[in-house]
């Protein structure tokens, strides 16, 4: 018996059926590059995962040592600046990639029957992937952060009944403290990469059983052959992405390394608090609309989000018309002023 | 696009970012390792000086490598290398070294901060001949008590034993013998073969030259103790030095920071290195611990320092990190008037009766012969000393009991009544001291008021439920002249006369002169 018959007759996988799986056709529009940046965020979860281990083995989640260990790691650990500027900038494009990706699914309407599910998986991996940022950034332990932390809990501290609740359980205790971090660094290392990984193999389950949403283009040749192979026609695509993503990452982690600005100061608060800029429009309309209204306002439009392919239906059903585009567009732009107002700002 | 161009261009892309990883590597090259705890360097010259005396002295080779020196790499010879001519020079090895390493030899790195050393106070510890302390130590006790004593402290003049010829002696390796009396010494004073004064590892204790312990109180409790100048035993009665030794428990201090700044670098509370030699955020670190004090405290009699309102400022600004400026102002002016006190009241008056005393011929011009003159010695040298070292450190016990009590204790127990035994029959002398006791200060002793003996008695009947506070406790030696006539009677001894404690000042009886 040789060893590959050994391993075959005690796990029982066909390669050939791997190979003619992998092979299945994908549509033609997957071609255009635009159109691939699904695999993207994926991609750099990979980088994620790989470079946040590293820093894990170094990162102390404790207030008076946290930010000295982050200081240890850029200053100390060799390569260590490199793998944290990498985890800075590949969380940040995940962000936009994610982002992106899911402006793409809400223009061309892919959110519609039968892929509602699949719309709303994709749209927690769009929150999961926000507060991965939050929760990231805080562990910095950096007086900005430090303080944007606070803001934050104190939010949920608003949501009407259960908020109270919901802001002690993620601070652990009624104010930011001592266990505030490693609560961050258990969400941030435990709890939301299981998350992601249940619902990203979800979310590509429901791709697999419903194929990709098919697009047509006014240049594309009816003749021609509707779909092309996954693999290794797509993943070669895909593959260059990764390397060329790889080599303009590295090229930003070198020369935008992250900074490690003033240590955290419970006592001082800064004059400006900031968050990063992917709340930049949360944090504008706070100061527009004021704590609680924000709050409320914020919850529903999420609620809206996560529900859209159903919120959908029923305006469509009341308005006969089809809204998703001219509301996107709205939603869209809305967030874009939000965000540049709060940058030029202070 | 094909299969086989799609692989080119991942072909491509990888190979683009394998340059990529060595401009990473070439970048990481260029990373400074801040706070990167290095592994001791052992340069050439050094290597073998360490190999044999790891065997030979694995202590000191041992406190070498732990050092700040080992790791920057400046070994053995860096410091004890000799030059041709000098005095101590042998060949050891191969390689012309000396024993001593001098401020001279510092300076080769440390250029400024040996210089300023070389100018302070500290560095003159050496210059003691004509003291009376070194009278004391050299005769009147003796030679061997100065060598082992003094001059461990104030340093020694080094000197090498010689033979007839007076040449230098030699070992058999040619190592020229240094005179035992005179080294080992550490003595922050030294005086060196080399021309230069003082040395840097009075402070800095070789062969580790830890800067935290340079910082710690310890490491000034080496000389400043005991009951000539106890600021060691002051400060840690004052609530700086309690401040420090929780502040120090609890991980606070952090001493072992290069840069050590009070106010930034720390704040929970001072050591003797905070006020008198370190850096705040205004004023950089110096080896002239006298640039921040106002009084010179050691003499018979206090007096401003140079340029003491500019070393003043120092001072205040480096209390103004942990204290208001009324504050700082209050402590100045308890400790000025703690001062002026002590010289007003009593080193002046005492200055001036023994200047009459040996102007009159009643003591003699040799120190210590006579009993006033130890007297006198404890008045201002031990006691008088505590008083006003105390009050400059807010350390209560040691400017009140150890201090002022015994400087009164001192001057109207003991040095009055001695220089009167000597003053009989030589009027001239008999009325300066009488012109002393006729100071306001004094006059206490000749009449107490009504009302200040009222007040006495009141407090100890209120608080003890006995009145006779006023009388003289028990074992109080007689008075040594008969009381005057108009001296009020002492309390109604009707209730029965309290018995002192460590509680219960037991004024004395308002006629004892």
Redesign the interface.
């Given at each position: 018996m040789t060893a590959m018959e050994w391993v075959k007759s005690r796990f029982p996988v066909d390669q050939q059926s791997i190979i003619l799986r992998l092979q299945e056709p994908v549509p033609n529009h997957l071609?255009r590059w635009w159109w691939c940046l699904g695999g993207m965020p994926a991609y750099l979860f990979i980088i994620q995962v790989i470079t946040g281990v590293i820093l894990a083995f170094y990162y102390v989640p404790e207030p008076s040592r946290a930010y000295e260990s982050v200081?240890?790691i850029s200053?100390?650990i060799?390569?260590g600046?490199?793998v944290r500027s990498l985890h800075k900038w590949s969380a940040n494009l995940m962000i936009v990639t994610v982002i992106l990706h899911t402006m793409r699914v809400f223009f061309t309407g892919a959110f519609r029957a039968p892929r509602e599910l699949n719309w709303i998986f994709g749209a927690l991996l769009l929150i999961i992937t926000l507060v991965f940022g939050f929760t990231g950034y805080s562990l910095v332990y950096e007086q900005l952060a430090y303080w944007g932390a606070t803001v934050a809990t104190n939010l949920a501290d608003t949501v009407p009944l259960v908020g109270t609740y919901i802001a002690r359980f993620i601070r652990g205790g009624s104010e930011i403290g001592p266990d505030t971090l490693t609560r961050f660094f258990v969400f941030h290392i435990g709890i939301l990469p299981t998350l992601v990984l249940v619902f990203l193999s979800l979310h590509i389950l429901m791709v697999r059983t419903h194929g990709v949403t098919e697009l047509h283009f006014e240049d594309e040749d009816p003749k021609e052959k509707q779909t092309f192979r996954f693999y290794?026609?797509h993943i070669?695509?895909e593959?260059?992405i990764g390397?060329?993503l790889?080599?303009a990452i590295?090229?930003v982690?070198?020369i935008w390394p992250p900074e490690l600005s003033e240590k955290a100061n419970p006592l001082v608060t800064p004059a400006h608090i900031k968050p990063e800029w992917y709340f930049y429009f949360t944090f504008r309309w706070l100061k527009i609309a004021g704590l609680n209204a924000a709050v409320l306002t914020l919850g529903l439009a999420s609620a809206i989000f996560v529900f859209w392919p159903f919120a959908d239906k029923a305006l469509t059903r009341v308005f006969k018309r089809d809204l998703t585009v001219p509301l996107g567009i709205v939603a869209v732009l809305g967030i874009f002023a939000l965000t540049i107002w709060e940058a030029m700002a202070h | 696009m094909s299969l086989n161009a799609k692989r080119i261009i991942v072909g491509l892309l990888s190979f683009l970012f394998l340059v990529t990883l060595i401009i990473v590597a070439w970048v990481e090259g260029l990373q400074e390792r801040v706070g990167f705890d290095p592994l001791p360097v052992l340069s050439g010259d050094n290597r073998p000086c360490f190999t044999c005396h790891q065997e030979k002295t694995p202590g000191i080779a041992a406190q070498w490598a732990d050092g700040m020196h080992a790791k920057v790499g400046v070994g053995c010879y860096d410091c004890h290398l000799a030059e041709k001519g000098d005095l101590d020079a042998w060949h050891h090895e191969g390689k012309l070294i000396s024993t001593l390493v001098t401020p001279k030899d510092c300076g080769r790195c440390h250029k400024d901060i040996s210089a300023e050393f070389q100018k302070s106070h500290h560095a003159k510890a050496g210059q003691i001949l004509g003291s009376l302390d070194n009278v004391l130590g050299e005769i009147v006790e003796g030679p061997a008590a100065a060598h082992a004593g003094c001059q461990q402290c104030h340093g020694s003049k080094i000197a090498f034993q010689k033979d007839d010829r007076g040449e230098i002696k030699k070992d058999k390796n040619g190592k020229p013998l240094l005179e035992p009396t005179t080294w080992p010494n550490t003595g922050i004073g030294r005086l060196n073969h080399d021309g230069s004064i003082g040395t840097c590892s009075a402070c800095h204790s070789r062969h580790r030259f830890s800067i935290e312990m340079a910082r710690r109180p310890d490491n000034c409790g080496k000389c400043h103790l005991g009951p000539d100048h106890p600021q060691k035993e002051i400060y840690e009665e004052s609530k700086h030095g309690i401040a420090f030794v929780t502040a120090d428990q609890q991980g606070l201090m952090k001493m072992s920071e290069a840069e050590w700044v009070v106010g930034e670098t720390y704040n929970s509370a001072p050591t003797c290195a905070t006020c008198h030699v370190s850096a705040t955020k205004n004023q950089p670190a110096s080896h002239n611990p006298g640039a921040r004090i106002t009084w010179t405290l050691r003499p018979v009699v206090s007096k401003r320092q140079e340029n003491w309102e500019d070393k003043k400022r120092a001072m205040v600004d480096v209390c103004g990190n942990c204290h208001a400026p009324d504050w700082i102002a209050g402590h100045y002016t308890q400790y000025d008037n703690a001062v002026n006190l002590y010289n007003d009241k009593f080193a002046k008056p005492a200055k001036r009766i023994m200047d009459a005393l040996k102007k009159a011929k009643l003591v003699t011009a040799t120190p210590f012969d006579d009993k006033i003159e130890w007297t006198y010695f404890y008045l201002w040298h031990h006691e008088g000393r505590r008083a006003r070292m105390g009050a400059s450190m807010m350390a209560p016990d040691y400017t009140q009991w150890h201090g002022f009590f015994e400087v009164a204790e001192r001057f109207y127990q003991e040095l009055i009544p001695e220089a009167r035994e000597l003053a009989h029959n030589h009027p001239q002398v008999e009325a300066v001291i009488a012109q002393v006791l006729e100071m306001e200060p004094h006059r206490w002793k000749k009449e107490m008021s009504q009302a200040e003996l009222e007040r006495v008695r009141s407090f100890y009947k209120q608080r003890y439920g006995q009145g006779e506070g006023a009388h003289p406790p028990a074992g109080t030696p007689p008075a040594q002249t008969p009381p005057p006539a108009e001296t009020p009677p002492a309390a109604e001894p009707a209730e029965p006369t309290p018995q002192p404690t460590d509680h219960q000042p037991a004024p004395a009886k308002p006629s004892e002169v």
């Open positions: 071609k200081a240890r200053h100390e060799p390569l600046w490199w290794p026609d070669l695509t593959l260059m390397v060329g790889l080599i590295s090229a982690a070198v | -």
